[in-house]
């Protein structure tokens, strides 16, 4: 069974860097056989999409995002990470990672984490 | 881009059958395959129940069904159950960047 969790500060102050971490098991995104995505859920608003890694490096982002967004991989690990810098209270939002079903990109995500709430706040 | 549209909220009764709609353009639900519709509980991850349109993953119940009539998409319930009672939210590509469009996400009760 394909697990992944996010970790990292739930509390980020504005103009800050948004940090989080997704662990993931039963899964190797050194295979290769997946794109592995961040998404985001503002309280009361639609998912919007982030971006994506490839155990490559290779990154997608979404435009609105992209001046802001770093996404990486550590295949030694098994883990991918998003930065999102500058962040304001607008970046306040529920956060999930998701396993993107090959063959990719799909836009279909067949596994994701719980989500983590990070606020943005001083 | 703009999101997908759903409804705010459907509502059924116990062995009823409810559809849940998602409206694109001919830019995403209107030409690709890859729509889907997933599952998500209070506090759980969110759980994939379609992919493809019309395809159920393995272990989901064929009470679940997917059908698209141009640039709408929709999910069907039958017999509908208690558990069923959570939010719905479709997904399709877009060819574009960004590549990913999400719905607003549907609050099913089960009365």
């Known amino acids: 069974q394909v697990h992944l969790q996010e970790s990292g500060p739930g509390l980020v102050k504005p103009s800050q860097t948004l940090s989080l971490t997704c662990s993931v098991s039963?899964?190797?995104?050194?295979?290769?056989?997946?794109?592995w995505d961040w998404i985001r859920q503002p309280a009361g608003r639609e998912l919007q999409w982030i971006g994506r890694?490839?155990?490559?490096?290779?990154?997608n982002y979404n435009p609105s995002l992209k001046s802001r967004v770093h996404i990486s991989v550590d295949t030694s690990k098994n883990q991918f990470s998003l930065n999102l810098r500058s962040v304001t209270a607008a970046d306040t939002a529920v956060y999930f990672c998701?396993?993107?079903?090959?063959?990719?990109?799909?836009?279909?995500?067949?596994?994701w984490g719980q989500g983590a709430l990070v606020t943005v706040s001083s | 881009q703009s999101a997908l549209t759903q409804p705010a909220s459907v509502s059924g009764s116990p062995g009823q059958t409810i559809t849940i709609s998602c409206t694109g353009t001919?830019?995403?639900?209107?030409?690709?395959?890859?729509v889907s519709w997933s599952q998500q509980h209070p506090g759980r991850a969110p759980k994939l129940i379609l992919y493809?349109?019309?395809n159920r993953p393995s272990g989901v119940s064929s009470r679940f069904s997917g059908s698209r009539s141009g640039n709408t998409a929709s999910l069907t319930i039958s017999g509908l159950q208690a558990e069923d009672e959570a939010l719905y939210f479709c997904?399709?590509?877009?060819?574009?960047?960004?590549?990913?469009?999400f719905g607003g996400g549907t609050k099913l009760t089960v009365l």
């Open positions: 001919s830019s995403d639900v209107g030409t690709y395959n890859y």
């Open positions: 998701a396993r993107e079903k090959s063959p990719g990109p799909t836009a279909t995500f067949d596994y």
């Open positions: 493809e349109v019309y």
């Open positions: 997904t399709s590509y877009t060819g574009s960047s960004p590549d990913v469009l």
């Open positions: 039963g899964d190797s995104i050194g295979s290769g056989n997946h794109y």
């Open positions: 890694v490839y155990s490559s490096g290779t990154t």
